[in-house]
C-alpha cells in the first residue's frame, strides 16, 4: 500500500490594474509561466482608458477571469472585488499582487509548500537588490512613533542571502500577500473604503490580531518592475488619502489613547508649519482627512457572507 500524496491546495491569483497596460502585459507572461500554475487568475480592470482592454482581450492565460469595472475602485476597492471574486470560486489560497511585479517561475510552488495561512512573497528589484519593505516592527503602542513602520525587511536584513528561511511580519503589502480562505472568513474582505493605501496594514492588522501569524519566504521571488516611489506629494490628492488612511489605521487600532490622540498632533504640526513647508494645500489635506478619519474609524464588517 502505497501513500497517499497530499492533495494540493487549488489558487487563485488577483490582480488590480489601471492604465498600465506596458506593465500588465510581462506580468501576465510572468503569471503564465508559473509551475505550478494557478488554477484561477482574476484581473480587476480598474476601468482603465489605455489598451488595457485589448492586451486582457489578446491573453491566453488558462484559468483568466476579467473583471472590468464601471469606474475606478482604487487599489482597494480592486482588491475588494477581486477577493470576493475569487473566494466566491472556492479556491484555497488567494494571492494579491499588483500589475508591475513578475513571480519567479518557482514561486508559487514555494509558497504552497509552506503550510500557513498568511504569506508573503519576497519583493527584490530589476537589479536583483532586496527591496522587501514589509514591517517586521509595526508600531501601534508607542505614541512617540511618528512612523509606526519602525523595521521592515530590508532593512533588517539587506540581502535576500542573509534572511531566514522565514521572517514574521507585522504588516504586508499586497503585492505577493497570500491567504488561505479561512482567514477572510474571520476577519472579511480587504476594506475597500480606502481607496489606496493602508488598505492591506488594514488587513494584516486584523489577520494578525484574530491569531494569524505572517511570515514572509526568502526563497519565494517576486521582482518589481519599477522602482519604489514613496514620495507622494502631501499636498496633492494623494497626499489626502495618505493622511485619511495613516489617521483611519491609528484611529481603529491604536493600543492606547495616546497612539489614538497622534492623528490630531500631527494634524496641528502640519498646520502650523505649513508656512514653511506643503502650504495651504496640505493644511488642507490633513484638516479633511481628520474628519474623513473620524468616519471610517468604526471597523469594517467581518463576514464574507
Known amino acids: 500500500m502505497t501513500p497517499t500524496e497530499p492533495i494540493r491546495e487549488t489558487t487563485a491569483v488577483v490582480v488590480v490594474t489601471y492604465n ?55 487599489g482597494a476597492g480592486g482588491f475588494h472585488l477581486g477577493t470576493r471574486t475569487a473566494y466566491d470560486a472556492g479556491v484555497d489560497r488567494i494571492w494579491l499582487m499588483d500589475d508591475d511585479v513578475l513571480p519567479a517561475p518557482d514561486c508559487l510552488g514555494v509558497m504552497l509548500a509552506a503550510d500557513e495561512d498568511c504569506l508573503m512573497a519576497v519583493r527584490e528589484d530589476s537589479h536583483g537588490r532586496l527591496c522587501e519593505k514589509a514591517a517586521t516592527r509595526f508600531d501601534l503602542r508607542n505614541p512617540l512613533a511618528i512612523k509606526p513602520k519602525t523595521a521592515m525587511v530590508e532593512t533588517d536584513w539587506v540581502t535576500r542571502s542573509a534572511m531566514p528561511e522565514r521572517v514574521e511580519l507585522e504588516n504586508v503589502a499586497f503585492e505577493g500577500f497570500m491567504v488561505r480562505r479561512r482567514v477572510l472568513e474571520r476577519v472579511g474582505l480587504p476594506d475597500p473604503s480606502y481607496f489606496i493605501f493602508y488598505d492591506d496594514v488594514d488587513f494584516a492588522v486584523r489577520a494578525r490580531r484574530a491569531g494569524f501569524r505572517i511570515w514572509a519566504l526568502r526563497d519565494a521571488v517576486l521582482v518589481r518592475q519599477l522602482d519604489f516611489d514613496q514620495q507622494h506629494d502631501l499636498a496633492g490628492w494623494k497626499g489626502f488619502y495618505m493622511y485619511r488612511n495613516l489617521f483611519t489605521v491609528h484611529l481603529r487600532y491604536g493600543e492606547n489613547a495616546l497612539v489614538r490622540l497622534k492623528p490630531w498632533l500631527i494634524v496641528l504640526a502640519v498646520v502650523l508649519l505649513s508656512p514653511l513647508r506643503g502650504g495651504r494645500a496640505e493644511a488642507v489635506n490633513v484638516i479633511r482627512a481628520i474628519g474623513a478619519a473620524r468616519a471610517m474609524r468604526p471597523l469594517p464588517a467581518s463576514s464574507v457572507d
Open 20 to 74: 498600465r497596460a506596458a506593465l500588465l502585459a510581462p506580468m501576465l507572461e510572468g503569471l503564465a509561466a508559473l509551475d505550478p500554475a494557478p488554477e484561477l487568475v482574476v484581473v480587476v480592470d480598474n476601468a482603465s482608458t489605455d489598451h488595457t482592454p485589448d492586451v486582457l482581450a489578446a491573453c491566453t492565460l488558462p484559468g483568466l477571469q476579467v473583471v472590468r469595472t464601471q469606474e475606478n475602485l482604487g
